[in-house]
T-cell receptor
């Protein structure tokens, strides 16, 4: 069945560096993907909507210059955390609708980011 | 816009007892409804979803949920829980049209005790 894959699953980076997380739809094309963040023992909060070929739409309070989103193809969206700080440490997860094969939304496995 | 309220942040229950995790939603449009489970340090696993049709939805691991439009609820139930059901459970809602994101509730921590 359709799958959304994220990479890397775990990443540790130093403060001030940037890290890129990839989200791929493996069996279907996704014109729109969604990025969420989850802090420990909290719920998933929508960060932004990634639109293929155009700018992402960010939720209120999410810094667009810090969380760069690129959706260059119908199967790949990337989230780059720029100048990372320890408070950016979180679980990041992406999702996408497959409206063709059963009208289902799929989530990636998630990416654990630790900034030291 | 949609919103989800999970009324209980924690639900402790003994093994083999029944459990109900409550979820209410708010939306100005027709919705799809979902329940996800998250085990410690893992991603989301879909338990069940309501898209249309029968309001009683059966999912994996013996869980079921009932969509009640008049009460705007989608409560999750299991007749007999196991220790392995201990996890965080999230209710989520989305609009039916276009590419709309899921909006999650704050989660309910189910703790099953021996």
């Amino acid at each position: 069945g359709a799958v959304v894959s994220q990479h890397p699953s775990w990443v540790i980076c130093k403060s001030g560096t940037s890290v890129k997380i990839e989200c791929r739809s493996l069996d279907f094309q996704a014109t729109t993907m969604f990025w969420y963040r989850q802090f420990p023992k909290q719920s998933l909060m929508l960060m932004a909507t990634s639109n293929e070929g155009s700018k992402a739409t960010y939720e209120q309070g999410v810094e667009k210059d810090k969380f760069l989103i690129n959706h260059a193809s119908l199967t790949l969206s990337t989230l780059t955390v720029t100048s990372a700080h320890p408070e950016d440490s979180s679980f990041y997860i992406c999702s996408a609708w497959d409206r063709v094969h059963g009208n289902t939304i799929y989530f990636g496995e998630g990416s654990w980011l630790t900034v030291v | 816009a949609q919103s989800v309220t999970q009324l209980d942040s924690q639900v402790p229950v003994f093994e083999e007892a029944p459990v109900e995790l409550r979820c209410n939603y708010s939306s100005s449009v027709s919705v799809y409804l979902f329940w996800y489970v998250q085990y410690p340090n893992q991603g989301l696993q879909l338990l069940l979803k309501y898209l249309s049709g029968s309001t009683l939805v059966k999912g994996i691991n013996g869980f079921e949920a009932e969509f009640n439009k008049s009460q705007t609820s989608f409560h999750l139930r299991k007749p007999s829980v196991h220790i392995s059901d201990t996890a965080e459970y999230f209710c989520a809602v989305s609009g039916r049209t276009g590419n709309t994101p899921l909006v999650f509730g704050k989660g309910t921590r189910l703790s099953v005790m021996a």
